[in-house]
């Protein structure tokens, strides 16, 4: 049995605003997840300062658990005894991203 396709109007129903427009864009190329990759980045920098800032890098924020990747265990330990103050003031400053979580694994900083 064939399926039916069902096709999408190229014009939409309504006009909308082009801010609404230009979000959609950002959404699908990713440009928005990249911007907020560079805020989380910074945030962490700051949060964690130096040295631990050099020896670490946030990967990614899924599902409210923030991986960061660590250049060696010593620092990872650090980070571990420090993660709960971390974590407080991370959800601080960034409420709308509902961090619950920091995952440390070893790995190349670059």
Known sequence: MARKRRQRST?????????????EILARSGVGETQSARELQAAWQETVG????????????????????????????ELT????????RLQQRWPQKAIRDIRFRVGPVE
């Open 11 to 23: 014009r939409s129903q309504e006009p909308r605003h082009i801010s609404e427009v230009v979000a």
């Open 50 to 77: 130096p040295p631990l800032d050099e020896l670490s890098r946030v990967v990614r924020l899924s599902r409210g658990k923030l991986e960061v990747v660590v250049s060696h265990s010593a620092a990872v330990q």
């Open 81 to 88: 005894f420090r993660k709960h103050e971390i974590l407080r």
